[in-house]
Nanobody, 123 residues
Framework: QVQLVESGGGLVEAGGSLRLSCIAS????????MGWFRQAPGKEREFVAG????????EYGATAKGRFTISRDVAKNTMFLQMDTLEPEDTAVYSC????????????????WGQGTQVTVTV
């Protein structure tokens, strides 16, 4: 019912910044919780940040808090992830996800997923 598409990934040097976008279609941003997850080779999927569409509440994973900022543009059905002070360890495929209800750090609770966008942080 909901389709998500990410963009904005690419190459960035360590210490740099990158801004990811996720556009939702099929329904509006409103009433969903949406989140960013990432997965690096050989590692499990990791919660990065989440945002509640209704209220704008946010949550961050430990690795992201203080460096990354999640935001939304409700009118454009778009969610953003501003990533600052990037480290090589941030290299991963970043995916946006959506679910009904509250923000969750458990990827299994999200119903809809984007295709992912590669973020590579060079040394």
């Amino acid at each position: 019912q909901v389709q998500l598409v990410e963009s904005g990934g690419g190459l960035v040097e360590a210490g740099g910044s990158l801004r990811l976008s996720c556009i939702a279609s099929g329904r509006t941003f409103y009433s969903y919780s949406m989140g960013w997850f990432r997965q690096a080779p050989g590692k499990e999927r990791e919660f990065v940040a989440g945002i509640k569409s209704n209220a704008g509440l946010t949550e961050y994973g430990a690795t992201a808090k203080g460096r990354f900022t999640i935001s939304r543009d409700v009118a454009k059905n778009t969610m953003f992830l501003q990533m600052d002070t990037l480290e090589p360890e941030d290299t991963a495929v970043y995916s946006c996800a959506a679910r009904w209800g509250e923000i969750s750090s458990d990827y299994g609770q999200y119903h809809y997923w984007g295709q992912g966008t590669q973020v590579t942080v060079t040394v």
